[in-house]
Each structure stands twice: as structure tokens, then as C-alpha cells.
């Protein structure tokens, strides 16, 4: 069975940073892409961030420039690093993996069970 697990969510003023983790755990072959993606209230879920397995990057235009997509093979972990903060930021934050379970078998897509990132002051 494989998990998502992120971290790091919190309540933050204006300007302020954050840094979310998430950890995959189970038995399974390899983890390809993983990325954040972000859901405020009434909204859709959006793609915030996303990173290939060979560390290639891709950005919202909306947070170009203030968050950072990084990942930890060794340790199965993905990380998100929001930098000045804003209001419209506030969303529940969640992580996607792209994971074999077996060598043999297709990716399947994983998703964690979220965190709150509240910008307010």
C-alpha cells in the first residue's frame, strides 16, 4: 500500500514562507513525477508545481519566481518551498505521485491526504 504524507501547512501573514513535505512510504518499484497541486474553497484543484524524476521543473504562472519544487529521491520526498506569501495563496496543498508498483506495471497516481496553508494577517 503506498502513502502520501505531507507536512508544513500552518497559518502565515503576508510575506511570509513556508516549506511543505511529503513523504511517499509503502513497497513499490519507483517514483516517476511528483508534483503540488493547490485547491482553495469553491475553486478547482490546480497544479502548482511539478518535477520529473530527473529533477525538470515546471511552475504555475502564479507562483513563478516565489516557490521552489525540489525533490529527495533517497528519501522518497518531495518539497515545496512559498516564499512571499500572499493572501490568494490560501488553499488546502496537496501532493501527487506518479509511482510503480512493480517494474513491470504502469504508473499509477497517488495523491496525499492534503495540508492547509492559511495566509492571513
Known amino acids: 500500500q503506498v502513502q502520501l504524507v505531507e507536512s508544513g501547512g500552518g497559518l502565515v501573514q503576508p510575506g511570509g514562507s513556508l516549506r511543505l513535505s511529503c513523504v511517499a512510504s509503502?513497497?513499490?518499484?519507483?517514483?516517476?513525477?511528483m508534483a503540488w497541486y493547490r485547491q482553495a474553497p469553491g475553486k478547482q484543484r490546480d497544479l502548482v508545481a511539478g518535477?520529473?524524476?530527473?529533477?525538470?521543473?515546471n511552475y504555475a504562472d502564479s507562483v513563478k519566481g516565489r516557490f521552489t519544487i525540489s525533490r529527495d529521491n533517497a528519501k522518497n520526498t518531495v518539497y515545496l518551498q512559498l516564499n512571499s506569501l500572499k493572501p490568494e495563496d490560501t488553499a488546502v496543498y496537496y501532493c501527487?505521485?506518479?509511482?510503480?508498483?512493480?517494474?513491470?506495471?504502469?504508473?499509477?497516481?497517488?495523491w496525499g491526504q492534503g495540508t492547509q496553508v492559511t495566509v492571513s494577517s
Open positions: 501527487n505521485a506518479e509511482i510503480k508498483y512493480y517494474w513491470y506495471t504502469n504508473t499509477e497516481r497517488y
Open positions: 509503502g513497497s513499490f518499484f519507483g517514483i516517476y513525477a
Open positions: 518535477i520529473t524524476s530527473d529533477g525538470s521543473t
